[in-house]
């Protein structure tokens, strides 16, 4: 943090924080209800209709442009990080799809009357970090004076349609893989109430600054049978999205579920840091969950904010896949897999 912004923290200029700031479940879902009708485009491979995390544009030669856009308030009070993980988890969308990403155009929203400009110029740099790390540009921009900090990216990538992966795909036997540890919003929300201690403040920052480039290396496997990305949802939001577009169900196995170091994640519970999105992702679908008590559902439930890859290994191919992980430097194991479709969606054991 540079001088200029050192006294000034942006979770305190927010109502909200990171992806546990999106719109709930079942309020979305009302909002795009009419949107969702069929579209004529039939080189538009992916739209909105099965909740995917971009949309896919057929270009007619074998490949496809990858196209999304992300953004939210701070999530944590550097402005260089903010900046920086903002710009993560909007590139995570093309990953999650199995895409490069290409170039990417900024998207700020700032209370002029609050924040200096040069706090602003900080969290473009992160943003400029992030998407050199990336290997691509910042290209451009748009800004507007707003109430709190808005920050994100829209990304435009590219892929070729062989290697598309979808949040659908999975089949009964797919074993379910995490690419990072859940818990990053009780921390963050530890944070903003002022009850974080020090030496975990590295620890999120860290997570959610890390890239989803894995996700381009295992778009180019077929055994890959779906993917995508965990943020404002929760794991059981994202994962009962996946069932659905998979027509499936899923048993998952709580203690193997990747997490941030679980006695952590329990002292921040103790001290009542559960963020509000918890509450209301589990209103939103908590009635096609079976096993989850409340302190699963704390976690699982847990808003993530540039959270891992969850994907689904076609079964007899976990192996090969997590020779691959390691090779990206990932440890990987499974924390649960696919059945025939049930009227619970997923149940915890």
């Given at each position: 943090?540079?001088?200029?912004s050192a006294?000034?923290?942006?979770?305190?200029?927010?109502h909200?924080?990171?992806?546990?700031?999106k719109i709930?479940?079942n309020?979305?879902?009302?909002?795009?209800?009419?949107?969702?009708?069929?579209?004529?485009?039939?080189?538009?491979?992916?739209?909105?209709?099965?909740?995917?995390?971009?949309?896919?544009?057929?270009?007619g030669?074998?490949?496809?442009?990858?196209s999304?856009?992300?953004?939210?308030m701070?999530?944590?009070?550097?402005?260089?990080d903010f900046?920086?993980?903002?710009?993560?988890?909007?590139i995570?969308?093309?990953?999650?799809?199995?895409?490069?990403?290409?170039?990417?155009?900024?998207?700020?929203?700032?209370?002029?009357?609050?924040?200096?400009?040069?706090?602003?110029?900080?969290?473009?740099?992160?943003?400029?970090?992030?998407c050199a790390?990336a290997g691509?540009?910042?290209?451009?921009?748009?800004?507007?004076?707003?109430?709190e900090?808005?920050?994100?990216?829209?990304?435009t990538?590219?892929?070729?349609?062989?290697?598309?992966?979808?949040?659908?795909?999975?089949?009964?036997?797919?074993?379910l893989?995490?690419t990072?540890?859940?818990g990053?919003?009780?921390?963050?929300?530890?944070?903003?109430?002022?009850?974080?201690?020090?030496?975990?403040?590295?620890?999120?920052?860290?997570s959610?600054?890390?890239?989803?480039?894995v996700?381009?290396?295992?778009?180019?496997?077929?055994?890959?049978r779906?993917?995508?990305?965990?943020?404002?949802?929760?794991?059981?939001g994202?994962?009962?999205?996946?069932?659905?577009a998979?027509?499936?169900?899923?048993i998952?196995?709580?203690?193997?579920?990747?997490?941030?170091?679980?006695?952590?994640?329990?002292f921040?519970l103790?001290?009542?840091?559960?963020?509000?999105?918890?509450?209301?992702?589990?209103d939103?679908?908590?009635?096609k969950?079976a096993g989850?008590?409340?302190?699963?559902?704390?976690?699982l439930?847990?808003?993530?904010?540039s959270?891992?890859?969850?994907?689904?290994?076609?079964?007899?191919?976990?192996?090969?896949?997590?020779?691959?992980?390691?090779?990206?430097?990932?440890?990987?194991?499974?924390?649960?897999?696919?059945i025939?479709?049930?009227?619970?969606?997923?149940?915890?054991?």
């Open positions: 943090m540079n001088d200029s006294s000034f923290k942006l979770t305190q200029y927010s909200g924080a990171g992806c546990g700031c709930a479940p309020v979305l879902d009302h909002i795009l209800k009419s949107s969702a009708a069929h579209q004529h485009f039939p080189q538009l491979l992916v739209g909105n209709e099965a909740r995917d995390d971009a949309a896919v544009l057929d270009l030669d074998g490949t496809a442009v990858v999304t856009t992300d953004f939210f701070p999530i944590v009070d550097d402005a260089e900046g920086r993980i903002a710009s993560v988890n909007a995570s969308d093309v990953y999650a799809m199995g895409g490069t990403p290409l170039l990417a155009i900024a998207i700020l929203g700032w209370p002029v009357n609050l924040l200096p400009p040069e706090v602003a110029s900080e969290v473009i740099e992160g943003a400029r970090k992030a790390e691509i540009p910042l290209a451009g921009g748009h800004s507007i004076d707003s109430p900090p808005i920050f994100g990216l829209a990304v990538g590219r892929l070729k349609i062989e290697h598309l992966k979808k949040n659908g795909g999975a089949t009964p036997g797919c074993q893989f995490l990072k540890p859940l990053v919003g009780i921390l963050t929300t530890a944070q903003k109430k002022g009850s974080l201690k020090p030496e975990h403040a590295h620890i999120a920052p860290d959610m600054k890390q890239l989803n480039r996700g381009e290396r295992f778009g180019l496997f077929s055994f890959v779906a993917m995508t990305d965990v943020t404002g949802f929760g794991l059981l994202h994962l009962a999205e996946m069932c659905e998979s027509d499936a169900s899923a998952i196995h709580f203690e193997d579920v990747p997490t941030i170091d679980r006695d952590i994640l329990d921040y103790e001290q009542k840091c559960v963020p509000g999105g918890t509450t209301r992702n589990w939103s679908y908590g009635h969950i989850a008590d409340e302190y699963r559902r704390k976690i439930a847990d808003p993530q904010t959270g891992g890859l969850l994907v689904a290994v076609e079964p007899g191919f976990e192996s090969e896949f997590q020779k691959i992980a390691r090779e990206e430097g990932y440890s990987l194991h499974p924390f649960g897999f696919f025939e479709r049930q009227d619970v969606l997923i149940t915890i054991v």
